[in-house]
């Protein structure tokens, strides 16, 4: 005897609450593994076929017998995603690096550049000059050492102020993002799913809801005898708009177009600043850290004209400060070897100033406030923008919302007509 509903003599009232409970569950059921199919598993699980990239499965993250999430499967193009909202749309490189107090700076760089500034004079005099430099006293010695670190806080502060009115000359924000998403090749989609999070918690609530509905209807519509594929079609049909009203819900407001719901605006809207912080934390303490920028500062491909720039002012206060005496220096060392001193000591300079940014990163951190411009900049855009924003981060996967609401649509059809 085949089991269903009728045959447990249940009253309709139970039957009906049963199709509810099962809808329900179904829905709820189908959509969460859709998310986590969404994100994981990270790398590609199973036997790859070629065939599969011809055909332009790959697109889907089926690339053979086994599965990759769909959003680790595109993080190259999230990646870039995530830079255009990065680098143009919250932390404009210019406005980041004019936040910074030159003269704070200056004063923290200040100490330890002086330690180098001692540091550069004996080891660049013992290189070139190691007898003159031995032979002198040392009250003259320190004398010398003294005038130099003298040049340190008014050069400091003026490669601070060069660096500000160049920023892009020097730093390259979007190489930075870059760089660090391929180190760690799946932040990006930490990324995405933090700023993904609560959107995709509300959906999960609406399937509860939106199961529930369409399991009563279908217990209702069976009553009338239908065949099995008309339960499955209505299903099918009742479970892709199920799915389709959550996605318009999430992301509706008034401003859309002319149909307005009263008051109502959507969970991406009414959440924007709580979205905002999740995306602004990943983002501010995995990518656009102090320690990252510096490392971008000295270590990316525009740090050599960073390079330059402190020999420059490096070398020019050297010849301020020495322009009295400069006729005897160049008596004494030689024309080549005056330009070769300058030149060392310079590099010097330039070699440890990723330690000495590295060692004023606290106060870097606390004027750069990446993070809480970050929210700030997304909470205060208006509705449009902030979806403009962000919207990217779901765009590409909204076509899945109706074809999973369709799925178990349809299965749910199926068992309630097997069931009733």
Not at 204 to 221: C, D, Q, S, W, Y
Not at 406 to 416: H, P, Q, R, T
Request: hydrophobic share 50%.
């Amino acid at each position: 005897m085949e089991f269903s509903f009728s045959h447990l003599g249940l009253p309709v009232w139970a039957v009906f609450l049963s199709a509810g409970l099962g809808g329900l569950l179904l829905a709820w059921g189908f959509q969460a593994a859709a998310f986590w199919l969404m994100f994981n598993p990270q790398e590609f699980k199973g036997i790859r076929i070629p065939l599969f990239r011809k055909l332009g499965l790959h697109q889907l993250g089926l690339e053979g017998l086994g599965w990759q999430g769909l959003v680790p499967h595109q993080k190259n193009i999230m990646a870039e995603i995530a830079v255009r909202l990065m680098t143009h749309k919250l932390l404009p490189l210019d406005e980041m690096i004019r936040r910074i107090p030159a003269q704070g700076l200056s004063d923290r760089l200040t100490p330890p550049m002086q330690e180098t500034a001692d540091l550069a004079c004996r080891e660049v005099m013992l290189r070139h000059k190691p007898t003159l430099w031995e032979s002198l006293p040392s009250f003259i010695q320190n004398s010398i050492i003294m005038r130099i670190r003298g040049i340190v806080p008014s050069s400091a502060k003026q490669i601070i102020l060069d660096l500000q009115k160049k920023p892009a000359y020097y730093l390259s924000l979007k190489t930075l993002v870059l760089d660090v998403i391929n180190t760690k090749p799946f932040l990006v989609v930490d990324l995405f799913k933090s700023a993904g999070r609560d959107p995709m918690a509300y959906i999960l609530r609406f399937a509860l809801f939106a199961g529930l509905v369409v399991g009563l209807g279908l217990v209702a519509l069976n009553h009338f005898n239908i065949q099995w594929y008309v339960s499955a079609m209505a299903g099918l049909i009742l479970g892709a708009v199920a799915n389709s009203l959550a996605l318009q819900s999430l992301f509706f407001h008034p401003d859309h177009g002319r149909v307005r719901l009263g008051r109502f605006t959507g969970f991406f809207f009414r959440d924007q600043r709580h979205i905002a912080e999740m995306f602004a934390q990943t983002a501010a303490r995995e990518v656009l850290t102090t320690e990252n920028i510096v490392l971008a500062l000295c270590r990316g491909p525009n740090s050599v004209n960073l390079s330059t720039l402190i020999e420059h002012h490096v070398q020019k206060a050297m010849d301020l400060e020495s322009a009295g005496i400069k006729p005897l220096l160049v008596t004494l060392l030689g024309a080549e070897q005056w330009v070769a001193i300058k030149r060392d000591a310079s590099q010097v300079f330039a070699s440890k100033l990723e330690s000495h940014l590295m060692a004023a990163r606290v106060y870097l951190n606390d004027a750069l406030r990446i993070e809480e411009v970050i929210v700030e900049r997304l909470a205060a855009l208006p509705p449009l923008e902030f979806e403009r924003a962000l919207r990217p981060v779901f765009s590409r996967y909204e076509w899945m919302m109706p074809l999973i609401g369709a799925v178990w649509g349809s299965v749910l059809g199926i068992l309630i007509f097997v069931l009733t």
